[in-house]
């Protein structure tokens, strides 16, 4: 079945409500806290206060002694395990031709802690209170060393580890330098931006949570985990770090508040509890509480880079030229590694023709958490980038934001970028049209007009972004340094009842797997959607899947779907051919009706269902008993989701005060299966995305290393009455490569809105003088911003 068949099937496109919500809002979620296991212990961590030290001495006594403490673990125990440290699922190669740098990351610091809230020890009560009075006995003694947090100070700051000499990790590049040399050499006009892409702590609702399992009678272990990704949670822990066999392991992740990447990585304290369960014949419980998510979540972006951009006569792009440093943190996380390159050097083309693309990433550790994937992964990165050095070159040259980028854009499909991607579909003007009329463009001056009449400032901002998902394929990941397959597995399974159950990779955190998905299946088989139940998240009953993560679910897991589909449609079409007389080729199957050609015979899928199982009437010599089907699907291409995005902002410049008077969003992804919960996910995605370009920072002390944002007190998280109603529309080129025709909505919002925004108050303030400051936008550096343009 083609994307255009599918698109037209029963429940695709309808705005079904989601069949998830109502557990949700009546409190009857099953999260991991409210796991209840018998034998029950609790973790807690002991947690460096330095940045940077040598570990003198642990003194383990005081809280051994202390009520109710069942173990104290800390580094030495780690090592006398022969236990390894966690790995990194990216292997990057060095422009050099060697392997990037990568030293251990080990689960409890050994001699030495790198960043805040580094593992020093594992204390293991009957509570929770006894835990964490017992942790503040733990004595440690460091020698504290020099830190270094700023990225581009890394090069010559004391050195972290030894396996990395001034704390680089690798220089990597893509595109051809000579041309794009040459291409500026001849340039009209040369725009230069340097910018910062600030660093965010990801703050899910529900922070991470671990319980640790072990079964003596069978020898297996099961982890309870928050987590987006529980088969290659398994796996990189079995395989790299414990040794086990996989088969031993069982991992569940069960309703999860929220991951945002950062639920994608394995995580010490997992490894910790897994391993602990077992030493101590104890379940463990542990519950990560927010100051501890500030200080060892996974940030994201953190990017500090120099971009060039070269145009002709007439403002049409010649070349762009790009330098990244990119902050990993103290260790190497789970796909540190790919954000800064596979991820944003190849989006660095966008919606534009450009001829010629050079990138070049160097990507250092620092005293300060590790960086990994956050909501876009290199994208956001990648499109504040280019979208913002695209409106710089659109002020320099006097051109309108929306005219320079319609000058530029692709036009033709298929079309090769010259940073390795190959873009399958789309139509950037018609995105560009439906956002100006959607944002009323033709009504800004008068708008423009009445904010200065209140003594206010108004400026518009653009964005035009283009996104890579469903991380693909697994043999060009592989060759590119992905050390798993990017494949997605799914399983359906046909009761006697004709009703359905579906098992599938993808893991849903919040996105609406059991809806979305229950619509594609009920579409195929043209049955209820309420017949359709979805499993997920528990590699003891699913098969191996690849998890949820880059806008892959859909268009991945939901293309293994349809395959497993295609399997029992053939098995059902051969048992409808015998119960009605016919050839197999004689058989239509549509609206869950299988029919004779040029008859009026016709069975429902119900009674096909009940024949597979109860075979009185069937050729068992043929067929065997039952109707499962599993399918695996690897895809040939990314999915490539666009949208042009226009902010309007109005600003005091009394007090710097930035206010989001209007945003427009107009997306193109593909063939949209729930329009309600596509329209949820842009809504999630714009206020991150504005939350990152207005309020969030984490900021570490250049001294100290000291996370200073470390709470909600001082990290400003958006709230709902920071944001207009947003106008959201969408244009539909189908996807060619996967056969629902999808793209994936996931991180759009998230992608799109940052530089849209600061396009925007850039618009505004550039009567004032202001020509550029970092983000995020706030009150303090749009006054600041102000007063230096004044003076």
């Known amino acids: 079945m083609g994307a255009s068949d599918f698109s037209k099937l ?31 212990t609790h973790a807690v961590f002991v947690r460096s206060p330095h940045a940077h030290a040598n570990i003198k001495s642990i003194n383990k006594a005081a809280a051994l002694a202390a009520p109710g403490v069942v173990a104290v673990l800390d580094g030495p125990d780690v090592v006398d395990a022969k236990i390894n440290g966690l790995p990194c699922g990216w292997l990057i190669t060095d422009t050099s031709g060697k392997p990037m740098n ?98 965010l702590a990801p703050n899910p609702m529900e922070p991470r949570a671990a319980i640790g399992s072990y079964n003596r009678a069978s020898d297996e272990y099961t982890l309870y985990v928050s987590n987006q990704n529980p088969h290659v949670e398994r796996l990189l822990m079995t395989a790299f770090v414990l040794g086990l066999p996989e088969h031993k392991v069982r991992v569940i992740a069960p309703d999860v508040g929220g991951g945002f990447g950062a639920k994608i990585y394995l995580y010490a304290e997992d490894v910790c509890l897994t391993w602990a369960s077992k030493k101590l014949n104890r379940n463990i419980k542990w ?63 966008g919606q534009y023709a450009t001829p010629q693309v050079y990138v070049e990433v160097d990507a250092w550790f620092t005293n300060t958490a590790p960086v990994d994937a956050y909501r876009g992964a290199g994208r956001p ?13 659109a002020f320099e040259l006097g051109m309108t934001q929306d005219a320079i980028r319609s000058k530029n854009f ?24 439906h956002a100006n009329k959607l944002g009323d463009l033709a009504g800004f001056p008068a708008r423009k007009a009445a904010s200065a009449a209140k003594g206010m400032l108004r400026g518009i901002g653009y964005s035009s972004y283009i996104e890579a998902c469903g991380l693909a394929p697994s043999n060009v990941a592989g060759a590119l340094g992905a050390r798993a397959g990017l494949f997605e597995c799914g399983e359906v399974r046909v009761h006697p009842t004709g009703s359905v159950t579906v098992f599938t990779g993808s893991h849903s955190h919040g996105q609406g797997h059991e809806t979305t998905f229950a619509q594609v299946v009920a579409a195929r088989l043209g049955i209820p959607v309420e017949n ?11 098969p191996f899947g690849m998890g949820t993560y880059g806008s892959r679910s859909i268009s991945v897991g939901g293309a293994a779907l349809m395959r497993a589909l295609d399997k029992i449609e053939a098995k059902a079409k051969k048992i409808a051919a015998h ?158 490569t996967n056969p629902l025709g999808t793209k994936g909505c996931g991180e759009a919002g998230a992608i799109g809105s940052p530089p849209a925004v600061i396009n925007a108050v850039l618009d505004a303030l550039a009567p004032l003088g202001v020509k550029d400051f970092d983000m995020p936008a706030t009150p303090h550096r749009v006054w600041e911003a102000i007063q230096a343009a004044k003076a």
């Not at 947090?149 to 050195?159: I, N």
């Not at 070349?319 to 991820?343: E, K, M, Q």
């Open 10 to 40: 029963p429940h695709i496109g309808e705005a079904l409500r989601r069949k998830e919500d109502y557990r949700f809002l009546t409190g009857a979620g099953n999260y991991t806290d409210d796991i209840r296991l018998d034998n029950m």
């Open 102 to 199: 990568e030293p251990p990351h080990p689960i409890l610091a050994n001699g030495k802690v790198r960043y805040v809230g580094d593992h020093v020890a594992m204390v293991v009560a009957e509570t929770l209170e006894q835990a964490k009075n017992a942790a503040e006995l733990v004595e440690v003694e460091y020698d504290v060393l020099p830190a270094v947090v700023d990225v581009r100070q890394a090069k010559s700051a004391t050195a972290l580890h030894a396996e990395a000499p001034n704390n680089h990790c690798y220089n990597w590049a893509i595109g051809d330098k000579a041309a794009v040399d040459a291409a500026f050499a001849g340039a009209a006009h040369v725009t230069k931006l340097d910018l910062i892409n600030n660093r």
């Open 287 to 349: 519950n990560c509480d927010r100051s501890e998510a500030f200080l060892s979540d996974a940030h994201g972006r953190d990017h500090s880079s120099h971009a060039e951009l070269a145009i002709d006569k007439d403002g049409k792009f010649l070349a762009l030229r790009v330098h990244t440093d990119a902050n990993l943190g103290a260790y190497l996380s789970t796909f540190s590694t790919a954000v800064p390159t596979i991820l944003y050097a190849t989006l660095l083309a």
């Open 381 to 393: 990165e990648a499109t504040y980038l280019l979208e913002r050095i695209v409106s710089r070159a």
């Open 410 to 433: 692709i036009t033709q499909f298929p079309y090769q970028t010259p940073v390795a991607l190959q873009y399958d579909t789309g139509d950037f003007h018609a995105l560009m049209n």
């Open 532 to 542: 359709v139940d979805i499993v997920h998240g528990d590699t003891g009953r699913v």
């Open 579 to 736: 119960l009605m007389e016919a050839g197999d080729a004689d058989i239509d199957f549509a609206n869950g009706e299988f029919s004779v050609k040029g008859t009026d015979k016709k069975i429902p899928f119900g009674t096909v269902a009940l024949t597979a199982y109860v075979p009185h009437n069937y050729p068992l010599d043929k067929l065997e008993p039952g109707l499962n089907e599993t399918a695996f699907y690897d895809p040939t291409n990314f999915t490539f989701p666009a949208g042009t995005y226009i902010c309007e902002v109005e600003i005091d410049p009394q007090t710097g005060v930035t206010k989001i008077d209007k945003f427009t969003a107009v997306d193109d992804f593909g063939t949209i299966i729930n329009p309600m919960i596509v329209e949820g996910q842009v809504h999630g995605g714009l206020v991150q995305g504005i939350g990152q370009a207005l309020m969030e920072n984490c900021v570490y002390d250049k001294e100290t290393g000291q996370l200073l944002t470390g709470s909600f007190m001082d990290y400003t998280m958006p709230r709902a009455d920071d944001f207009p109603d947003f106008a959201i529309g969408h244009e539909c080129t189908p996807c060619t």
